[in-house]
Antibody, heavy 119, light 113 residues
Framework: QVQLVESGGGVVQPGRSLRLSCAAS????????MHWVRQAPGKGLQWVAV????????YYAPSVWGRFTISRDNSKNTLYLQMNSLTDEDTAVYYC????????????WGQGTLVTVSS | DIVMTQSPDSLAVSLGERATINCKSG????????????LAWFQQKPGQPPKLLIY???TRDSGVPDRFSGSGSGTDFTLSISSLQAEDVAVYYC?????????FGQGTKVEIK
């Protein structure tokens, strides 16, 4: 069965960096685009970024563009999110999300990892 | 960016009664290339990740009870729960996957009256 397991969350000071990982299993990782979606405490869902199956195309939400970088290592079945210049507005649970097929809906979500930006 | 607006923000429905959530997009989500509406509905319970309920605006995901149904086209969509059960208490989100950035509605909280 599809499993997406995020890691790397924690408490970080404003202005610092953090890298999240998502270990994928139960499907052919190289066939699917992958996304990050976040949710601030008590708030709604916010899409963050997407990377194509071959790591060549990447798109970002305006709020993270230039600070966050999405990437993947298909040899390790792992998705990453490098987050730089963090602010308190980046405090959220970050979910790793699989796309069903090119340009379509999200069909599987990980359990999420909490990132807290605080001094 | 495509703005997604849900209504109401919350609703309380008696057990066994119908719940209806609306979602309006800032532009049509119907793509000529596949003649499909690029809209999904998710259910999120406290402490859990979102769960896919409906995709292509009206197709139920595998295992989703048939009391959940999606309808609509273009810019106006609806999620209906025909007979509310206690386990349906959750926050429901619509999301467009027509374009990036993908955007969600603000969520609708469904409670038992």
């Amino acid at each position: 069965q599809v499993q997406l397991v995020e890691s790397g969350g924690g408490v970080v000071q404003p202005g610092r960096s953090l890298r999240l990982s998502c270990a994928a299993s139960g499907f052919t990782f190289t066939d699917y685009a992958m996304h990050w979606v976040r949710q601030a405490p008590g708030k709604g869902l916010q899409w963050v970024a997407v990377v194509s199956n071959d790591d060549t195309r990447k798109y970002y939400a305006p709020s993270v563009w230039g600070r966050f970088t999405i990437s993947r290592d298909n040899s390790k079945n792992t998705l990453y999110l490098q987050m730089n210049s963090l602010t308190d507005e980046d405090t959220a649970v970050y979910y790793c999300v699989k796309e069903k097929e090119h340009g379509s809906y999200h069909d599987y979500w990980g359990q999420g990892t909490l990132v807290t930006v605080s001094s | 960016d495509i703005v997604m607006t849900q209504s109401p923000d919350s609703l309380a429905v008696s057990l066994g009664e119908r719940a209806t959530i609306n979602c309006k997009s800032g532009q049509s989500l119907l793509k000529n290339s596949n003649n499909k509406n690029h809209l999904a509905w998710f259910q999120q319970k406290p402490g859990q990740p979102p769960k896919l309920l409906i995709y292509w605006a009206s197709t139920r995901d595998s295992g989703v009870p048939d009391r959940f149904s999606g309808s609509g086209s273009g810019t106006d969509f609806t999620l209906s729960i025909s007979s509310l059960q206690a386990e349906d208490v959750a926050v429901y989100y619509c999301q467009q996957y027509y374009d990036v950035p993908r955007t969600f509605g603000q969520g609708t909280k469904v409670e038992i009256k």
